[in-house]
């Protein structure tokens, strides 16, 4: 009997060894895990703005940050799309209140939570 209580404890030893090592081994590989903010990821926001949602910059937590500042009350939030675009999020206290695609090269933007994304991508 304390014998095959014995190999009950070890098993579970071993399984609860064999689950950490591998948590750990999942959570180190995810900083390798590309998370840039992509167009895709933009559009799925601007489909969100139409819905009336507001948009908070928890929304923006799981892409990689390039930079931010303080302006005045607000913060600024710049992010890296691509070679050719770049996005400012400006946000009052943890709401968004500004979220603009800029073009790298003209510096030309649009605000998407106003102006139509697929009408700048056009003309742009």
């Known amino acids: 009997m304390k014998k095959n209580n014995l190999i009950i404890i070890g098993i579970l030893v071993v399984f609860v060894v064999v689950v950490i090592v591998t948590l750990n081994i999942a959570l180190k590989n995810n900083k390798y895990v590309d998370n840039t903010l992509t167009m895709e990821n933009i559009n799925e926001i601007e489909a969100r703005i139409s819905e009336g949602a507001l948009i908070k910059v928890k929304d923006f937590e799981e892409y990689k940050l390039d930079s931010t500042r303080q302006d005045g009350n607000y913060t600024v939030y710049l992010y890296n799309v691509n070679d050719k675009y770049r996005v400012e999020v400006v946000a009052r206290k943890e709401l968004v209140v500004s979220i603009k695609l800029i073009n790298k090269v003209t510096e030309r933007y649009t ?14």
């Open 111 to 124: 605000d998407i939570m106003i102006n139509s994304l697929e009408q700048f991508l056009v003309n742009d």
